[in-house]
């Protein structure tokens, strides 16, 4: 995630943002997600310090979520690619913001979300512990939950009828079917 999103942030910090949502619950949201994608596993990996809630699964379940690993990449990486200088890790609308509608946004409205889905869903398989590995799944269903329809009402304030647009042709995390 990191080598994915630091060019990205890197590029983007020279944009010029014209509204943004940074809130106390924007915060904690953000913090929680790094704490439990990043912090806690690497913690608990190179520690051991969370081994009392340590869990076993067989290894079929940690092939699995290491193959996840590679839709969360490509889907992670190509949704920062086709966003460009649209991408910001806040709620940001940035002067000359554009909605985008293709690459993988032409199907999909957030396919970064999906994609950390995916990788949310496989922590657990990879990371056998209770706090390190699962902690991730309801610190994302939290911010899928809390903060989505706060990004949803900013692009719809921002965009209009064009979102509205977007909305009916593009599923929200997986493709829609053709009519």
């Known amino acids: 995630m990191c080598a994915i999103r630091t060019p990205h942030s890197l590029r983007n910090r020279t944009n010029m943002v014209v509204e943004a949502r940074k809130d106390a619950t924007e915060i904690a949201l953000l913090t929680a997600m790094f704490l439990t994608m990043m912090v806690l596993p690497l913690l608990h990996l190179a520690t051991g310090i969370f ?6 699964l067989p ?3 940690t092939g699995i979520g290491a193959l996840a690993q590679v839709p969360f990449a490509w889907l992670f990486w190509r949704s920062h690619a086709d966003l460009g200088r649209n991408w ?3 709620l940001e609308v940035r002067e000359d913001h554009a909605l985008i509608t293709s690459g993988v946004y032409g199907r999909v409205r957030n396919p970064m979300y999906a994609a950390i889905w995916i990788s949310a869903l496989a922590q657990p398989l990879l990371v056998h512990n ?4 699962f902690l991730i799944i309801p ?3 939290a911010m899928w939950f809390i ?8 692009m719809r304030a921002r965009f209009g009828d064009a979102w509205d ?8 995390l997986f493709p829609r079917r053709a009519p």
């Open 51 to 56: 081994a009392f809630a340590d869990y076993a």
């Open 59 to 61: 290894d079929w379940a």
């Open 88 to 90: 910001s890790p806040g």
């Open 130 to 133: 209770w706090i390190a590995g």
């Open 139 to 141: 610190a994302f269903a």
């Open 147 to 154: 903060r989505v329809p706060n990004e949803k009402a900013l």
């Open 165 to 172: 647009a977007f909305c009916a042709r593009a599923g929200q």
